[in-house]
């Protein structure tokens, strides 16, 4: 059974920041890209970020200089480091799976980043 657990949400303060990581089970791994989206309230689901099989990064423009994609292929984990945080950042970001061949996907559950004061 395959599955994808996002940790690491919560409620911070704009300008801070929260590492999300997100945990697989039940896939290779190592052949399948990996990516955060993100949905806020009322608003259709948007990538964030993304990384290959292979380590290539990709940062939709939004968040470029702020936040930090990367993999541990040995521990099956993906980890969305996210430094200086804007209330427009909140939302429930969830962690995606892409096979490199089949393209067959899978979906976490979702964790909330909320950026209040």
């Known amino acids: 059974q395959v599955q994808l657990v996002e940790s690491g949400g919560g409620l911070v303060q704009p300008g801070g920041s929260l590492r999300l990581s997100c945990a697989a089970s039940g896939i290779a791994f190592s052949i399948y890209n990996m990516r955060w989206y993100r949905q806020a309230p009322g608003k259709q689901r948007e990538l964030v970020a993304g990384?290959?099989?292979?380590?290539?990064?990709n940062y939709e423009e939004f968040v470029k200089g702020r936040f930090t994609i990367s993999r541990d292929n040995a521990k099956n984990t993906v980890t969305l480091q996210m430094n200086t945080l804007k209330p427009e950042d909140t939302a429930v970001y969830y962690c995606?799976?892409?096979?490199?061949?089949?393209?067959?996907?899978?979906w976490g559950q979702g964790t909330q980043v909320t950026v209040s004061s």
């Open positions: 995606n799976a892409v096979h490199i061949a089949s393209a067959n996907n899978y």
């Open positions: 990384i290959t099989n292979i380590g290539r990064t």
